[in-house]
C-alpha cells in the first residue's frame, strides 16, 4: 500500500502537521493477476468449443450430411466448465481485497 503524506498548516501554534492519506485506488497487482488467470480460462474455454458445425464433414457444408463431433465431451463438458471457472475466478479477483 502506498501512501501520500499531505501537509496543511495546522491552526495551533503555526506548524505544519503531516497527514497521511491512503491510496483509494481499490485494485491491487493480485487483483489485476486473478482478473488475467481468469480472462485466460474464458478465452481457452472458448476456443475449445469451436470446431465444424453440424452439417460440416471434412471442411465442407453439406446439408445430408451429419457430423457428430458437436456432442463431443470437449464441447459440452470441458469447455463451458472452462468458461464457468473463468466467470468464478474473476468474481473473486474483483472482490478480494488487497
Known sequence: ???KTNKFAASEF???TEVQQENTFYFGQQNFKWMLIGLAFIVV??????GPDANTVDG???PNSWNDG????RR????????????VIEVY???KRK
Open 60 to 62: 465442407k457444408f453439406d
Open 76 to 87: 459440452i463438458r470441458i469447455a463451458p466448465l472452462f468458461v464457468v471457472i473463468g466467470f
Open 14 to 16: 503555526g506548524k505544519e
Open 45 to 50: 474455454g472458448f476456443l475449445l468449443m469451436m
Open 93 to 95: 479477483a474483483i472482490l
Open 1 to 3: 500500500m502506498s501512501k
Open 70 to 73: 458437436i456432442f463431443s465431451i
